[in-house]
């Protein structure tokens, strides 16, 4: 594991971070449903990107910057509590990245699939629980809004993060076998 962040890492946490508040600051991440959350959020998409592409670094950092994001333009008690909105989306990334790094040795497409499936799972239940500890809803609740939004929410977040993890993977892999054609 890589002992410091490079510029590389740090432009890719700069860009998804934008697209983390993009999401939020246009409510395009999120959308309406007719359950008891209101809404599905695919915010923490970028958060399961960089931590699969980059490391755990960068997924905590896109995470923190969600999870900011989220705190300074809550429309609701529960998301303007900072142990609520921002802690529990640290570990989105890293959850992506500790899941992608045990699996991506047997399959690629397996490996995204289960970490960014997990990584949502995680954001999911980290909020649930938080609003639950302080008081924000009834562990009833949290279990409706973990059955009907987490699952949804995660198959979203699988399908996206396999169109951009892949293809982003496959560019980089048509650019080397260009420059390596180029350079014989």
Request: glycine share 10%; hydrophobic share 55%.
């Given at each position: ?137 009834s562990a009833k609740v949290a279990w409706t809004v973990a059955i009907t939004n987490g699952i949804p929410e995660a198959i979203v977040g699988m399908i996206v993060t396999l169109a951009v993890v892949l293809s982003w993977k496959q560019v980089g892999k048509s650019k080397k076998s260009k420059i390596s054609?180029?350079?014989?």
């Amino acid at each position: 594991m890589k002992k410091s962040l490079t510029v590389r890492d740090i432009v890719i946490a700069g860009v998804l971070g934008a697209v983390a508040i993009l999401l939020g600051v246009t409510r395009l991440g999120y959308i309406p449903v007719p359950t008891a959350a209101g809404n599905a959020t695919i915010m923490h998409i970028p958060a399961i990107i960089g931590g699969i592409m980059q490391g755990p670094a960068v997924g905590l950092i896109v995470g923190a910057i969600f999870g900011v994001s989220s705190f300074l333009n809550a429309t609701v008690p529960l998301f303007k509590d900072p142990l609520v909105a921002i802690l529990p989306r640290l570990f989105i990334g890293v959850v992506a990245w500790l899941v992608y790094a045990g699996i991506r040795r047997k399959s690629e497409f397996l490996a995204v699939a289960v970490s960014s499936f997990l990584g949502t799972l995680t954001n999911t239940a980290l909020v649930l629980i938080m609003a639950v500890i302080r008081n924000y809803m009834s562990a009833k609740v949290a279990w409706t809004v973990a059955i009907t939004n987490g699952i949804p929410e995660a198959i979203v977040g699988m399908i996206v993060t396999l169109a951009v993890v892949l293809s982003w993977k496959q560019v980089g892999k048509s650019k080397k076998s260009k420059i390596s054609d180029e350079v014989e």
